[in-house]
Structures are given as C-alpha cells and as structure tokens.
C-alpha cells in the first residue's frame, strides 16, 4: 500500500519521459522531412533544366537509333569516355584514332581522352576540340561510317 | 572530373567488374550516384557496349549483397553498441522496435526505391532483427524492379541518359518523403489504436 504513490509518481515520470522521447523522435523526423524538400527543391531546378533538355532534343531525337553515331553528334564526346567506346559509338576503325593522335600508350583503345590528355600534359578542352576535329573529318568522310 | 565522371571512366575500363563494385557499395554505406550510372549503363547497353539482362543480374546480386552487409552488420554488432550507449533502457526504443518488425515487409520493399533509405532500412532491419527470409524475399523483389526501371529507361533515352539522372533522383527523394509520411502515419495509427483500447 505503500509503494502506490511511489508507483503512481513513477508512471507519470515514466509516461513523460516517454512523450518526450515522442517529441524527440518527432523533431529529428521534421528536421529530416526539412532537408528533403531542401533536396527537392534544389533538384527541381535541375529537373526543370533537364525538361528544357528534353524539349530542345525533341521526342524524336531520343527515341532514334542509339548507335553509330553521325557527324552530328560528335558533341556527345566526353573527356570521361574511352578510345574503345568512342572507336565502337562512331564505328572507328581501332587504329584511327591512335594514328591521328600518335598515341604510343600501350593501354590504348582501353585509355579515356582525360587520361590521355594528362599523360601528354595537354589541357583536356584542347585534347576534346582536337578530338571533335578528327571525328568530324572522318564521319564527314565516311558518311555510311563503315570500319575499313 | 566528378565522382560520376570517374565512375563512368571506370565503368568502361573495367565494366561489370566496376558496375558490381559501385552498386555493392553504394548498397552497403556509400553515397555514391548509383542511379545515374545506372542509366549511363542502359544507354551504354543500347549502344551494344554492355549486355542488359548480364547487367541487370549484376545489380541484383550486388544489391542484395550490399543490403545483406548493412543488415548484418547491425544484426550482430546492434546489440552491444546499443547497450553500450544504453538506448535499450529507453521506452521509447522498444516501441520502435516493435513497430519497424511489424511493419518489416511494407517498410523494406517499398524502401529499396527510396535511395539513401534503403540504406538505413538495411541497418534498422538488422537491428530489429526482422526474419532474414522476410528481408532476402522482398529486399531482392525491390532490387530487380528498382535497377531494372533504371537500366530500362538508360536503354531506352540512349545518349540522352544524361538529361533523365536529375528527374530520376527527383523520383527517389519524392519517394523518400512520401514513405517516411507513410510510415509515420501508420505508427501513429497504431499507437492511437493502443491508447484508445
């Protein structure tokens, strides 16, 4: 009978720990809920820039035959890309490239433009013009851009 | 170069040796932009220079591998940082507990296409201990569904994968937020329930 009281209080304590803890959990939820749509909002610029992408490029363009490509869009060229892919993506004979850029790397095809351009100490921009050039000259030449 | 740009460089180095390696990390911890490779992946698949299906595959497992690191990780450390830190003396902790095991297979599938959660659903899942079977089952349904919409989509916009990354992330924090509401309001739900009883 004694103990009640002490019971009692200590449920009520128990019970206010427990919705502060509630509280808590709630808040640190917000605050995550806060950041998304912080996230959100950032990204939905981004998504309204891609809209305007899409819109530019046409339907139809995207929808096209992914592969070869054609002289028009040799602006896709990425200084990320390998010599293999891009040789595969315009459908380069494997040793184009290699001559027109007397490329002596013994990892060629399996060379990116980037780190071709620093192992040449060449500015990446000027690598990928002079890149664009050679594709340029050789799609324009060989229109069907079949690989001899 | 960016992180993604790197990615890219290695993804047609070492392609699926590459692919494995970033989709099993960004499951396990990492936040790498998984999504967006994903993508470059279907377009590069398009192109002839990867196959689908193989791809695909390789998503799954590593995935699913990645996600099984995170739930056991938790499952067999969880236990002791948790008393470490003494959270088992709180209320309020068991009664997450038990909320995230009744609510396991709604809150593991629908998270694998809610990016960064399924992340953390991973590490709560091991530490609730939800039935391995029950989290294998509906972690590996989400992660052929949520990698095969991004490959498929790769495939299908081609060069263009570019342009789709930032609505495809868009798509997986609007995600994010409507399932963490989701969750919250059948907690609360639950919780209205036991009081009123």
Redesign the interface.
């Known amino acids: 009978m004694k103990d009640l009281p002490h019971r009692a209080m200590s449920e009520t304590d128990?019970n206010k720990?427990?919705d502060r803890?509630?509280g808590y959990?709630i808040i640190t939820?917000g605050a995550?809920?806060v950041a998304?749509?912080i996230?959100?909002v950032f990204?939905?610029r981004?998504?309204r820039?891609?809209a305007v992408?899409?819109r530019e490029?046409s339907l139809f363009?995207?929808?096209?035959n992914?592969?070869p490509?054609t002289a028009a869009?040799v602006s896709?060229v990425?200084?990320?890309?390998?010599f293999?892919?891009i040789n595969?993506?315009f459908n380069l004979p494997t040793n184009y490239l290699q001559t027109q850029f007397m490329i002596t790397n013994s990892h060629y095809p399996?060379l990116?433009v980037?780190?071709y351009a620093r192992s040449i100490h060449e500015d990446p921009a000027r690598t990928m013009s002079r890149l664009d050039q050679a594709l340029q000259s050789y799609l324009s030449a060989a229109p069907s851009s079949t690989p001899q | 170069m960016d992180i993604l740009s790197l990615l890219l460089s290695y993804l047609l180095l070492y392609k699926y040796v590459t692919l494995a390696l970033v989709v099993y990390c960004g499951a396990a911890l990492l936040p790498l932009p998984s999504n967006a490779m994903l993508l470059a992946v279907g377009a590069f698949s398009s192109q002839g220079y990867f196959n689908f299906w193989l791809s695909l595959a390789i998503c799954v497992t590593a995935n699913t591998l990645g996600d099984l690191t995170g739930y056991a990780i938790t499952r067999h450390y969880g236990e002791r940082v948790i008393k470490k830190l003494k959270i088992d003396k709180i209320r309020f902790y068991h009664q997450l507990q038990e909320e995230l095991r009744v609510d396991a297979i709604v809150t593991v599938f629908i998270t694998r296409f809610a990016g960064w959660l399924g992340t953390a659903t991973n590490f709560l899942a091991g530490l609730v201990k939800v039935p391995l079977g029950t989290f294998l089952l509906f972690d590996i349904l989400g992660n052929f569904i949520e990698p095969g919409i991004a490959l498929a989509l790769g495939r299908i916009v081609g060069d263009y994968w570019n342009n789709f990354s930032g609505i495809f992330e868009l798509i997986t924090g609007v995600f994010a937020v409507g399932t963490i509401i989701f969750i919250l309001i059948r907690i609360q739900r639950r919780i209205e329930k036991k009081y009123s009883a």
């Open positions: 128990n720990n427990h803890l509630i959990a939820l995550i809920l998304l749509i996230f959100l990204n939905y981004g998504f820039r891609s992408n899409i490029s363009a995207f929808i096209h992914h592969s490509q869009d896709y990425r200084p990320w890309m390998t293999d892919y595969k993506l399996q990116t980037y780190s």
